[in-house]
T-cell receptor, first 109, second 117 residues
Framework: GQNIDQPTEMTATEGAIVQINCTYQ??????LFWYQQHAGEAPTFLSY??LDGLEEKGRFSSFLSRSKGYSYLLLKELQMKDSASYLCAVVDSNYQLIWGAGTKLIIKP | GAVVSQHPSRVICKSGTSVKIECRSLDFQATTMFWYRQFPKKSLMLMATSNEGSKATYEQGVEKDKFLINHASLTLSTLTVTSAHPEDSSFYICSARPGTTDYNEQFFGPGTRLTVL
């Protein structure tokens, strides 16, 4: 079966750095997305990785290791507005998005 | 660019009625549109995939006669929840995928919160 694992909840302090991990087992791989979702809102795109390595975009970075079936999202200089759920999604061999359950990130002052 | 709208944003209806939700890609042509539902504190659950001009492909366990999907044009897809019941209350989100991207990004609408009384 297809499976995406990410922690259910994480807590971090404003101004700090947090890393959200995602491991996956899917039938084929055509890329991995990270989305941010605030409560009651639709997901918004953060990053896309299809090759191994680190992609940096401002305060957010995303890393992929295809051989390990592993990705992480790194958030730096955390702000209160970063409190949200972070969804990891993998594009499988049929070009379908397989979604993780999401990681709820709580930022404390 | 790549804006997707959804209408209505919120709907409350009586049990037994039908509700139609529209999903529009405003500034691009969407060859494929997706319909998801999401329960509180849960991840997105794909209901169906629709390609313009053809029948939708429903995920296992999703009743096609209850959730009617029409993708009549490259910018519009509709989801009709027929004979809605309280258990159909959920957050419904559509997304659209342009035919031109080579990395399969989906652009999400703002979602529709359906409450069936």
């Amino acid at each position: 079966g297809q499976n995406i694992d990410q922690p259910t909840e994480m807590t971090a302090t404003e101004g700090a750095i947090v890393q959200i991990n995602c491991t996956y087992q899917t039938s084929g791989f055509n890329g991995l997305f990270w989305y941010q979702q605030h409560a009651g809102e639709a997901p918004t795109f953060l990053s896309y990785n299809v090759l191994d390595g680190l992609e940096e975009k401002g305060r957010f970075s995303s890393f992929l290791s295809r051989s390990k079936g592993y990705s992480y999202l790194l958030l730096k200089e955390l702000q209160m507005k970063d409190s949200a759920s972070y969804l990891c999604a993998v594009v499988d061999s049929n070009y379908q998005l397989i979604w993780g359950a999401g990681t709820k990130l709580i930022i404390k002052p | 660019g790549a804006v997707v709208s959804q209408h209505p944003s919120r709907v409350i209806c009586k049990s037994g009625t039908s509700v139609k939700i529209e999903c529009r890609s405003l500034d691009f042509q969407a060859t494929t549109m997706f319909w998801y539902r999401q329960f509180p504190k849960k991840s997105l659950m794909l209901m169906a995939t629709s390609n313009e001009g053809s029948k939708a492909t429903y995920e296992q366990g999703v009743e096609k006669d209850k959730f009617l999907i029409n993708h009549a044009s490259l910018t519009l897809s509709t989801l009709t929840v027929t004979s809605a019941h309280p258990e159909d209350s959920s957050f419904y989100i559509c997304s659209a995928r342009p035919g031109t991207t080579d990395y399969n990004e989906q652009f999400f609408g703002p979602g529709t919160r359906l409450t069936v009384l």
